[in-house]
Structures are given as structure tokens and as C-alpha cells.
């Protein structure tokens, strides 16, 4: 499944957010989920077992209790197929800080802003 496929589902993105704060077990995760979607947990468990097949997740047992945490090399893979579109913003980005800087010392040296 392709990356984009599997974090364009909301649910699937909002465990992704859960688990960004750290490892959690199945259980907390299904609580959020449930909580905010209103699905079941056979449900929620769907959407972790393609979170985890698609490398998005791991999970490691621990008693009866399955721990879920991110997997960090996935998103790497995101971030770089990301990366190929950054000169259509960082331009941008780089002229905000521009304008961002000039208001500051306009405000800093009391002048008034010019239209010209």
C-alpha cells in the first residue's frame, strides 16, 4: 500500500498522533479512537494492523499486552518524496521571513511602513 494511502485515512493519522507522543499500548490507542471516531475496536484494530503492516508502526508484546510505537523509517521515506516539493514553498517561507524581519526593525526604529 502506497504511503500516501495508508495516512490519508483520518484515523489512521490521528493513532499516527497518539503515537507521536510515545509507545502506547493497544488499549490506550483504542480508548482515543473509540472516543473521537466512535468506531469499534475491531475497527481500531484494522487500522493498526496497516499502520504496522505498511512500516508505519511497530509493535512488540509485552504479556498480554501488545505496545504500539512509530516507525521512524517510513517517514523518513515520506519526508524525502515530500522533499522533491519543497521549492514550491521554501521560496515563499524565505520571502515571509524576509517581510517578517523589515517589520520588526520598522517597528524596532519607529518607521512608518511605505508603499512604494
Request: net charge neutral.
Amino acid at each position: 500500500m502506497h504511503a500516501f494511502d495508508v495516512l490519508g485515512d483520518p484515523v489512521r493519522r490521528r493513532i499516527l498522533e497518539v503515537l507521536a507522543e510515545g509507545e502506547r499500548p493497544a488499549g490506550d490507542i483504542v480508548g482515543v479512537v473509540r472516543a473521537e471516531f466512535g468506531i469499534s475496536q475491531p475497527a481500531v484494530s484494522q487500522h493498526l494492523k496497516v499502520l504496522r503492516e505498511s512500516g508505519f508502526t511497530t509493535v512488540q508484546a509485552e504479556g498480554t499486552r501488545r505496545l504500539y510505537a512509530v516507525a521512524p523509517e517510513r517517514f523518513a521515506e515520506v519526508d524525502r518524496w515530500l522533499d522533491r516539493f519543497g521549492r514550491f514553498w521554501n521560496q515563499r517561507l524565505d520571502a515571509l521571513g524576509t517581510e517578517l524581519a523589515r517589520g520588526k526593525r520598522r517597528a524596532r526604529t519607529g518607521e512608518e511602513g511605505s508603499d512604494e
